[in-house]
């Protein structure tokens, strides 16, 4: 149960200050409780609450049942048993399933509402002892001293404008996009090999699928990106378009109606979209693509987005944000417990964070260019080359599954056909140089 001001007074002292509700911050503050550290979690809004990123991996589910919440997350779940690639310059589309990947074992995940399955991670924490203060906005952190502190101040209701200060012997800071401790320290960076926009709103009556393939997620390229089409259990369509920033900064007319026309310019999904009618506002983000300097300090610890954030591709953001909360907690439980072991706990950490965003980052920066795409459109099982990136797609990255190798075969592949076709390479090359920096 969340609680408020007047319950909390001016604040208090604990072992752990989570800045952040979302799926990072909640994971870690369940973890840290069941190990029996005292923790904070303090939310700038108050859930339920509207967010993008729906669309879950495979690699997720065995967190679930950790954190005891496998049960609400599948009754609220769009089964998802792969994702659809969708080329109109090929003229067809491409399914990628997760029970064709290396572990067979990993074959579906969910599509969800943001604001219910958040809610249902924040209240789990709130049950396992973690004091949740939902409407709190964390404004700045003190790291100078030997307990770390945080000034926040409750927003809205009877209680706005309170003040509140927590000390703790480390803050985590799961702020996503806020970018809290980046920001007052200044080293959140613009990712430079990176640069893109997005918009996004919720459908009714867009045109699903049938059958298994309901819940899967559709990707579309066009000229100035890629969409998502990403169905929800309870009959609503989360469609979003991440653009280039010279695309969006064109913008000459109200973002509702310069969404709508963008999405005329995909003939593929404008047909599924014919009979359907916005549901919500269309929302515009900007500067999409950074990454903080470093992960951590003595502490304090950057998890998820408030560390880095590539693209959405590949669905990999809620994913990444979870198990660097599982990281986070393993690290913080270490240092508190064990102080003499705090170094390589955190370093260990640091090599976990910095993993994943690595691993996907060179698909990601290469998703538009046209061989990629002729490898997606055209796929091939050499060297179980795609039940290696199957693997990928699915999140198993951080296990045993020994996919690298193949990985590495694709690679080689995708820079022969590169060198192969080296005038078109050059090409797009030069077009995405100068689309990153628009």
Known sequence: MAQNAASLHQGGSA??????????GSTAAILLAQHGHRVVLLEKARHPRFHIGESLLPANLPLFERLGVADQIQSIGMKKIGAEFVSQTHGHSETFLFADAWDKNMQSAYQVRRSDFDAILIRRAAQVGVTVVE??????????????????????GADGGAALHWDANFIIDAS?????IANQLAIKLRNKNHNSAALYAHFAGAERYTGDREGIISLYWFEHGWFWFIPLADGATSVGAVVWPYYLKSRKIPVRQFFLDTIQQCQPLADRLAKASLTSEVEATGNYSYAASHTHGRNYLLLGDAYAFIDPVFSSGVWFAMHSAVAGAQAVDTCLRVPARAGSALKAFDRTVRRGPRKF????????????????????NILRTKEALLSLLAGDIFDRTPIWPSIAAFKTMYGMSSLFNWRRSIAGARRRRQNINS
């Open 15 to 24: 072992d752990v200050v989570i800045v952040g509700g979302g799926p990072a």
């Open 135 to 156: 409407g709190c906005r964390a404004r700045q952190v003190d790291l100078t001293g030997v307990r770390a502190g945080v000034d926040a101040e409750i927003e809205g």
């Open 361 to 380: 980052a060179w698909f990601i920066y290469r998703i538009s260019a046209p061989t990629m795409r002729e490898f997606f459109m055209q796929p091939r």
């Open 176 to 180: 996503g996009r806020d970018t809290l």
